[in-house]
């Protein structure tokens, strides 16, 4: 089974990433992994959608800066 991983980079890194990883974990992502700007997310690929995850960093735009990247591992 292929999983996506999405690199997020957040500021401010704590908030940011306390409230995503919440909004993540509701939308299937599995397992998450801190890193030095924010934290990866982990999904089955067959479950990840870009729309959603585009969809959610659009929605906390005004609160949070945000970017992410995705790669099939």
Request: hydrophobic share 35%; glycine share 6%.
């Amino acid at each position: 089974m292929n999983y996506v991983e999405i690199s997020f980079v957040v500021t401010p890194k704590e908030q940011g990433s306390e409230l995503l990883i919440a909004e993540l974990s509701e939308l299937g992502f599995e397992s998450f992994v801190d890193s030095e700007e924010g934290f990866n997310a982990y999904i089955p690929q067959e479950a990840y959608t870009k729309e959603t995850v585009t969809q959610l960093c659009s929605d906390y735009s005004g609160i949070f800066k945000m970017q992410f990247n995705e790669k099939i591992i």
